[in-house]
């Protein structure tokens, strides 16, 4: 439901259909039987967003070996996730989503405030999504340090 803020552990996660890097149609309910670690995050090529997305390229193998997909979508173009992936060596899927259309079904597209001015922007927030679809686990006003190591033990504690 757009315009909702947030969705909870527990909920059936919204369909997602978003193109990729490759500008491939990339679908949650195209992956059947895997958890999916899906990441909100602002913008490509920024100091915080090119942390969390090598650290979760960093741990993709070991996140792949617990039968997860990692998905991570901002409002920038393909184009530009090519140039930001390449750039910085990521294993990782990307997806865009310039018309914000999924960052508000999950509620993560929100008013921000900084420096006392107000603007709408991506809350940085990942969805721990299991093989049925239900949000596990979510992390909001995500802290990039120590982030990915976060999802990967609850990922190991709720998949067994």
């Keep these: 439901m757009a315009g909702k803020v947030g ?11 978003l193109v990729n890097q490759d500008k491939e149609e990339t679908c949650l309910k195209n992956l059947p039987g895997k958890w999916i670690i899906l990441y909100f995050y602002p913008k490509d090529m920024t100091p915080g967003c090119t942390t969390e997305a090598i650290d ?5 193998h070991s996140l792949t070996k617990l039968n997860a997909v990692i998905l991570g979508v901002s409002p920038d173009s393909a ?3 090519c140039k930001f992936i390449a750039k910085h060596d990521l294993k990782i899927t990307l997806l865009s989503d310039p018309e914000k259309e999924a960052l508000q079904e999950f509620g993560v ?3 921000k405030k900084m420096a006392g001015k ?3 922007g ?3 927030s990942t969805f721990l999504i299991d093989p049925e679809g239900v949000i596990r686990d979510k992390w909001t006003n995500v802290k990039v340090k120590g982030h990915v190591e976060a999802v990967k033990a609850s990922l190991e504690k709720l998949s067994g």
Aim: overall charge negative.
């Design 7 to 17: 969705l909870d552990i527990g909920d059936l996660a919204p369909e997602l259909c």
């Design 122 to 124: 991506v809350v940085r």
């Design 79 to 81: 184009d530009r996730h």
């Design 56 to 60: 979760f390229s960093t741990e993709k």
């Design 109 to 111: 597209w929100q008013k």
């Design 118 to 120: 107000e603007f709408w």
